[in-house]
């Protein structure tokens, strides 16, 4: 069975490809639309004439221009964000080829991979190897991210490690967005937008002086949507959009030499989301349908789900900053304090379909304090630099429950082929009746973690002559996590061993005792007593075709926990590293600059704050099929630690440490410009979270490395038109990943990477005679090539990595009316033509052979109307 995600074709894709092919091979390029010259329409400063590329961005910690600036960096301006329909970091994978987002089982999980690296949503143990800022505060959860963009200046993609400047979660890079500061003349600006599904979005600020000296803004936005999934059996819509937000910003200006700006905001996410669908219907399906229950079975473009719950998110994210920048001759400094909160609740329909058989709640909390300052050189002479510290501290509190629903034990019964199995195990086991998969709680759980860390870093710039420059830059970087993680485990079937059980019972037959009086003691004597007798009985209990309740191990995926820390294993992390980075920047002339760099990059250990996480091997050696009276001797068992069914794998993933060597091209001319890096990236320990059908396995692979290129243009052939082409090539593989959870995958190619990316636009302004009025047009285009979305599935093994493939072909649009006196009327359309894919496949939740996924957004469409005062 093959099964191509192709996305469903439209008659243009052909004849829109090779135009992009095209256009990527007659240009002679440019940065992308919002690389482009500051006099294009989507640039962030309208007045500046084409050959002057006066775009500021801050990706060093500087403010430099664009083409000074030897880094590979996208920049997204607000006018580009507001045209292009893009709400949020996850509508910004459209313009930036390099970056990749994906929403996965909740509104509060989303994954940012820049360069195929990234991770970091499905736990909260586990923290992004892509960083990502706002107005300089580092927001460390997915959750704290996603939130509705108001505001905005700028967005900056800084691709590659980016450790040096920006510390211990920026192995992949960073995504950077800043903010328009309080001005001191009076000005604002509302919008709305009405679309299909009966989307509604407002946004709004105003700005402007309290006093010669003091300034403010404020800002606030609604986005709500009707859902576009139906859920036939509870007559209810999910994926849908509801959530605020609102921000105050106060900008302190004594004097050119200091300045001060306080920001707080909140924010609420409050929505049913998310649709994972079936893609193969597997075995257990007739089973569903046996219960009365339904699914929309090996098809997951219907927009039809049947679950027994909605899906709920509820994300309260709020906080509050300061930055201080002080001026004093040649120096400047900097202070950035933020302070982070975050409440997340999830509760979702787990098995994805009608029966009740199992559901899951989640709640979070997390308190972030963070704290940099920063001192910076702008001497006359040929040596520069910048020193700074960046401190971090984090506390994670989390419960959650699995609860067993009305349906799970017929459900699990009929798939042993006898309704009747478990009364017969209950008797024979000295079970209560209708104990096992009874419903109520089939777990508890309460997990921790508080997280310090802190680093010093600097950069010096010596210009070895009046165009070479030579950059070295360090960063030490330390980071210590204590974790606690307990569960308990309520059903009675997985807290006992069936290897044990079978070999208690026949100690106990033998020695004419209750079971109950075979403790390890009696049955060390046994073993000594009688050797040949208890190898016997060892030999059947672990022989499936002697022991019949072998045949329920399946069953019993929810075994006890041993909690942590313990007298084993301490519960602690304490990692640290230097990283550096060394560039040589060459100025060709004044419109082409040229740079080499190398540098590495560092992220933490992460911690599995999860029902998964198990004793590392060297801790605890499992005896036959999880039996504690077989195990060979290690430190849990000596401790008396061992609980039934007890498994290995890890409580953490150690450190990733990455390498970049990458070689640039940056050229501005009059009407035309491109960037051009070359790159050889590898992450040694790059932490994996693959889920497996009950749960998540994290662990490090040996090596991944990718190879590739990155190319943006801009062209402005006549003043009204701006045209942006931008590619990306990656080809990727894992050097070595000999222990992951679906087999050996060294030489292989990592998921969910695509070779190439495509993203071009053009933007039409035409002026309305000597009115002042213009009529914008603006069309976009977003391809990546066709990918495999899996490594392999443990219900089919690694052959599953030739069987799931998407492809993207993107078309957008958008027409806009602009009236001088700032009122502007328009219309757009994003993902125009329908095109649906696959995002990510997974097991179906303790349905063998079934899989699920998550589908990308059908079209939306809609009319906007704004003003600007």
Request: net charge negative; hydrophobic share 40%; glycine share 10%.
């Amino acid at each position: 069975m093959k099964i191509n995600a192709f996305g469903r074709a439209f008659p243009v894709r052909t004849v829109m490809l090779a135009g992009v092919a095209a256009l990527g091979l007659t240009l002679p390029a440019a940065a992308m639309a919002q690389d482009a010259p500051a006099s294009a329409p989507d640039a962030a400063a309208p007045d500046t004439s084409y050959d002057s590329n006066t775009i500021i961005v801050t990706a060093s910690k500087r403010e430099q221009t664009l083409q000074d600036t030897p880094i590979a960096v996208s920049v997204t301006s607000g006018q580009t964000l507001e045209r292009a329909q893009i709400r949020d970091l996850s509508d910004l994978q459209t313009v930036v080829p390099s970056l990749q987002v994906s929403q996965l089982q909740s509104s509060a999980n989303t994954n940012f991979i820049i360069r195929g690296f990234g991770n970091g949503a499905n736990n909260a143990g586990i923290e992004p190897s892509v960083g990502v800022y706002i107005d300089g505060v580092y927001r460390s959860r997915s959750a704290a991210q996603i939130g509705d963009l108001a505001n905005v200046s700028r967005i900056e993609v800084l691709r590659g490690p980016q450790s040096t400047l920006f510390g211990k979660n920026a192995s992949a890079g960073v995504i950077s967005i800043v903010t328009r500061a309080p001005q001191f003349d009076f000005g604002g600006h509302v919008s709305g937008v009405y679309g299909n599904f009966n989307q509604i979005v407002l946004k709004g600020d105003v700005t402007g002086p309290i006093s010669k000296t003091v300034a403010f803004s404020l800002e606030g936005n609604y986005n709500k949507r009707d859902g576009y999934v139906d859920v036939p059996n509870l007559n209810a819509k999910i994926n849908e959009r509801n959530r605020y937000g609102v921000r105050g910003q106060i900008l302190f200006e004594p004097s050119s030499d200091f300045k001060l700006r306080a920001i707080g905001d909140f924010s609420r996410i409050n929505e049913l989301c998310c649709y994972a669908g079936n893609i193969v219907a597997g075995p257990t399906v007739p089973a569903i349908f046996a219960l009365g229950g339904n699914v929309a079975a090996n098809d997951l473009f219907s927009d039809k789900a049947y679950l027994n719950i909605l899906p709920e998110n509820k994300i309260d994210s709020y906080g509050g900053s300061v930055q201080m920048d002080y001026t004093s001759g040649n120096l400047s400094f900097t202070s950035i304090s933020g302070y982070r909160g975050l409440k997340s609740f999830n509760s979702q329909d787990v098995d994805f379909t009608s029966a009740d058989i199992v559901n899951q709640i989640t709640d979070q909390k997390i308190d972030t304090i963070t704290q940099e300052l920063r001192v910076a050189s702008d001497f006359d002479g040929p040596l520069n630099f910048l020193l700074g510290g960046f401190y971090f501290n984090e506390k994670i509190k989390q419960t959650g429950q699995l609860v067993t629903g009305q349906d799970a034990r017929n459900f699990f019964s009929l798939l042993t082929g006898n309704p009747a199995i478990f009364n017969g195990v209950e008797a024979g086991l000295g079970l209560p009746q209708g104990s096992i998969f009874s419903p109520g709680l089939l777990t508890s759980e309460a997990y921790t973690m508080n997280d310090q860390a802190y680093s010093v870093f600097g950069t010096v710039d010596f210009k070895l002559t009046d165009k070479l420059t030579l950059t070295g830059g360090l960063n030490y970087t330390n980071d210590k996590k204590n974790f606690t993680a307990n569960m308990t485990a309520y059903d009675p079937l997985a807290n006992i061993n069936l290897v044990d059980a079978v070999i208690v019972g026949q100690i106990a037959g033998a020695l004419a005792i209750p079971p109950s009086q075979v403790t390890p003691a009696v049955i060390a004597g046994f073993a000594q007593a009688q050797p040949a007798g208890f190898a016997a009985i060892a030999a059947a209990a672990t022989d499936p075709t002697v022991n019949p309740l072998l045949g329920l191990r399946p069953f019993q995926f929810q075994p006890p926990f041993l909690n942590i820390p313990n007298s084993v294993e301490p519960g602690k992390t304490a990692d640290d590293k230097v990283t550096y980075t060394a560039r040589l920047a060459y100025e060709i002339s004044k419109e082409i600059n040229v740079y080499a760099t190398y540098a590495t990059g560092y992220k933490a250990s992460s911690v599995n704050l999860s029902r998964d996480a198990r004793p590392l091997p060297s801790d605890y050696t499992p005896g036959p099929f999880g039996s504690i009276i077989l195990a060979p001797s290690s430190p849990i068992l000596n401790a008396g630690l061992a609980v039934p069914n007890l498994s290995t794998g890890t409580r953490i993933a150690g450190p990733e440490n990455s390498t970049v060597y990458e070689v640039g091209v940056k050229a501005q001319f009059p009407r035309f410009g491109f960037n051009l890096a070359l790159f050889k990236q590898d992450v040694k320990g790059f932490q994996t979270n693959i889920f497996t059908g009950t749960g998540f396995a994290l662990a490090n692979a040996g090596k991944e490395s990718v190879k590739g290129f990155e190319f943006d243009t801009t062209l402005v052939p006549t003043d009204p038109l701006v045209i942006t082409f931008a590619m990306t090539y990656l080809d990727p593989i894992y050097d070595s990943f000999p222990n992951s959870s679906v087999g050996d995958l060294t030489g292989q190619v990592p998921s969910g990477i695509p070779k190439i990316s495509l993203a071009t636009s053009a933007t039409y302004t035409q002026e309305i005679g000597s009115s002042g009025n213009a009529l914008i047009w603006r069309v976009d285009f977003n391809h990546t090539s066709n990918t495999p979305l899996t490594n392999g599935l443990p219900a089919f093994g690694p052959s599953a990595a030739k069987m799931f493939f998407t492809e993207t072909n993107l078309l957008n649009g958008s027409l806009t009316f602009q009236m001088e006196n700032g009122i502007s009327v328009g219309v757009f359309g994003r993902n125009i033509f329908n095109d649906r894919t696959i995002t990510t496949v997974f097991d179906g939740v303790a349905q063998a052979g079934t899989v699920s996924g998550y589908p990308s957004e059908p079209r939306t469409y809609g009319a906007t109307l704004g003003l600007k005062f």
